[in-house]
């Protein structure tokens, strides 16, 4: 009945597959929320509030040790036509283009930070306001993606990708704004200017600073004496090559590398092929 992929070189095959159709990891993020939703429609039917309680992100828990919040939080979905079905068709549709584009590993990842996102920005900002998070986040920031990797592609209405998603970021802006939604409002900018520059990143057009602080320092060595050859037009080779090895050593670790020893062969060096 399943046939699990065992081979993890091509990123472009499915998960599984599912009497003979293709489950790709899209499709596993769209079960996984929608066993999400008919569980919460399960508690809520039976008057409980466990799901709510220990489940939905809360930043004063959070603080308090109630780490697993940041990771569950997307978990918790009653049933509603808006937002949560037109949630999971926006994820069969555009999703699964983004990770036809991407690959799966780097798909997931794009993902897995979409939706981590808003919960780690909520709990920095709950140090100062408390802040509170329920229901799927994400599928909206994939449409962004996915607009931002096929802008020209024609949507309902003979609408461009990259129209409509200016369109409903804008009007989504301004429901927030109308109903004070601060919640909303942070999660949407902050999750759909990540899979923008996610996107743009791995196009080339932006490029992220290099955190060098964490690496550790490369081991410096001294070159070797070069063998002294006689003659005049064998010294001046000779000193060429010494000059071409200690600036190899300059360009890759940096002036500060040389010794004092190589630091006086470098201007012997030079004077002699001034003299050439």
Not at 167 to 178: D, K, N, P, Q, T
Request: with cysteine.
């Amino acid at each position: 009945m399943y046939d699990f992929q065992t081979s993890s070189d091509d990123e472009h095959q499915p998960l599984m597959w599912l009497r003979g159709y293709p489950v790709y990891a899209t499709h596993f993020i769209v079960v996984v929320f929608t066993a999400s939703m008919l569980v919460t429609t399960a508690t809520m039917l039976f008057h409980s509030n466990v799901l709510f309680d220990w489940l939905a992100f809360q930043s004063p828990a959070v603080l308090r040790g109630e780490v697993w919040r940041i990771f569950t939080y997307g978990l918790v979905n009653p049933p509603s036509l808006m937002p949560f079905v037109i949630d999971m068709l926006m994820f069969v549709w555009f999703g699964r283009e983004v990770e036809r584009h991407f690959g799966r590993r780097k798909y997931l990842w794009l993902y897995l930070t979409i939706y981590l996102v808003t919960p780690v920005l909520f709990t920095l900002i709950g140090f100062r306001w408390p802040m509170g998070l329920l229901g799927e986040t994400g599928s909206f920031a994939v449409f962004v993606a996915f607009a931002t990797i096929y802008p020209e592609a024609l949507l309902m209405f003979n609408i461009l990708a990259k129209w409509a998603a200016l369109i409903l970021v804008a009007i989504y802006s301004l429901m927030f704004l109308a109903y004070h939604d601060t919640t909303g409002l942070i999660s949407l900018w902050v999750t759909c200017g990540f899979a923008y520059v996610f996107v743009r990143h791995h196009q080339g057009h932006i490029s992220l600073p290099d955190l060098r602080f964490w690496r550790r320092s490369p081991k410096l060595r001294v070159l070797p004496d070069l063998p002294k050859i006689n003659g005049a037009e064998s010294a001046k080779e000779n000193a060429q090559v010494e000059m071409d090895a200690l600036l190899d050593k300059i360009a890759r670790s940096g002036i500060a590398s040389l010794t004092a020893k190589e630091k006086a062969k470098l201007e012997k060096a030079r004077e002699a092929l001034m003299k050439k």
